[in-house]
């Protein structure tokens, strides 16, 4: 199968089909020829699903213990890894198809990092250029992810107060990031009853767009094909998952990491750092706080917020305590409510999992609501974001090209 680069990664284009066996796919894999052997990949790899001896070519042999993050692809600095799919050939066909009322659907982090593929510092906030350049692509509509974020905060928070005031099992654990539900249910399956049972933010964006959306601008949900624009490799896998079909009709047609939507940018000419500003659409292209869902800590943040709210009848503000262990990589934040101390946390990065997840077993986890997020840091450091500068001059000199 052909491949191109792709922000500096190797990619396939090979169009994924949701009737492919997703317990078999691979979504990265590494190039035997290019590998070194330094071992680097699988310092980062949480479940140990790299083999390899120093010296000599990794390979990754059993889907299964993969939880398709991506980190092994952003960290090597041979740029040995590529990535096996990409619907980047169909969303362009469908982009030129007038039949086709097209919705992106930007995930929260994204807005901070495009610029990093248009030589922009890290963290420059494109918001409304972001929305400038989607509509310059030819999408209909941007029924933003945020606005998603705060929806899965009002089913999670209701689901939270509902397992609090009947003195149900907690803590309550989140859903949104899909490595992590799929590391809980392969190497944690004891948990699964504490997890929320709220779909992720895209999940919610997809089904709104076809139902609630598609009512509102008498849309016929067949001809409505909706591209999430995400910081994650793992997001494609979720995309594909059978659950998320309705009525024979995909929620997520179609997954763009940052670096491919970049590239589809590049392609058409379009500098975002030269966009107008753009408008958010009135429908579902506004958030309260679902922004914070780009950062590690920000699930938490927001929820606690929430159920502040909620039970307080008052905003959470500075009488909060948050505190951040960085040895553990967990984050904390507590806060008196109606007369007791809740307590809640977040899991920065899937290597730390194991043992988080052995406390809960215990008994022994001192939270009410865990946030867990694969990638260090959360979204903002996902498998789909451009490569680090200091990364990205290393695959380069690796290469001898530049792209
Ligand atoms: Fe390991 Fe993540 Fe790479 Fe899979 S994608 S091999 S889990 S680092
Ligand atoms: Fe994807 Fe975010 Fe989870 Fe990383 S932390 S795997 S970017 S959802």
Not at 71 to 98: I, N, Y
């Amino acid at each position: 199968m052909d491949r191109i680069v792709i922000g500096h990664i190797e990619q396939e284009m090979t169009v994924p089909t949701p009737d492919m066996d997703l317990d078999q796919k691979l979504f990265v894999q590494v190039d035997q020829a290019k590998c070194t052997g330094c071992c680097i990949c699988m310092e980062y790899c949480p479940t140990a699903a790299i083999y390899g001896e120093t010296g000599l070519a990794h390979t990754i042999v059993h889907p299964e213990p993969c939880l398709h993050c991506g980190m092994c692809l952003t960290h090597c600095p041979q740029g040995a890894f590529h990535e096996k799919f990409s619907w980047l050939p169909e969303v362009e066909k469908r982009l030129e198809d007038s039949s086709q009322i097209m919705i992106a659907m930007p995930a929260p982090s994204i807005r901070y990092t495009l610029g990093e593929a248009f030589g922009l510092p890290p963290g420059r906030n494109l918001q409304e250029k972001m929305l400038a350049a989607i509509a310059r692509l030819g999408f209909d509509h941007c029924w933003d992810t945020e606005f998603a974020a705060d929806v899965t905060i009002w089913e999670e928070g209701g689901e939270f107060l509902h397992k609090l005031k009947n003195g149900m099992a907690l803590p309550l654990l989140s859903s949104c990031c899909p490595s992590w539900v799929r590391y809980m249910e392969t190497f944690q399956p004891a948990l699964v009853d504490l997890c929320s049972t709220v779909k992720s933010p895209i999940a919610i964006n997809g089904r709104l767009a076809k139902t609630y959306g598609a009512q509102r601008y008498g849309y016929d949900p067949e001809n409505m094909y909706t591209v999430a624009i995400m910081p994650c490799l793992s997001k494609k896998y979720e995309a594909l998952m059978p659950a998320l079909e309705n009525n024979g009709l995909r929620d997520i047609d179609a997954v763009l990491t940052v670096r491919e939507f970049a590239w589809l940018l590049q392609k058409r000419n379009i500098d975002v750092n030269n966009m107008p500003h753009g408008i958010a659409d009135t429908l579902m292209g506004e958030s309260a706080c679902g922004t914070l869902f780009g950062i590690g800590g920000g699930v938490m943040e927001t929820l606690a917020r929430y159920v502040h709210k909620a039970l307080c009848g008052k905003e959470l503000q500075n009488q909060a305590t948050r505190r951040l262990d960085r040895a553990s990589g967990i984050a904390e934040l507590s806060f008196e409510c109606c007369g007791q101390t809740l307590r809640m946390a977040a899991v920065r990065g899937a290597d730390k999992f194991a043992a988080i997840c052995e406390q809960i077993l215990k008994g022994q986890s001192p939270w009410h609501f865990i946030e867990f997020m694969a990638c260090p840091g959360g979204c903002i450091n996902g498998g789909g974001q451009p490569l680090l500068p200091s990364l990205r001059n290393t695959v380069l000199l690796g290469r001898g090209s530049a792209q």
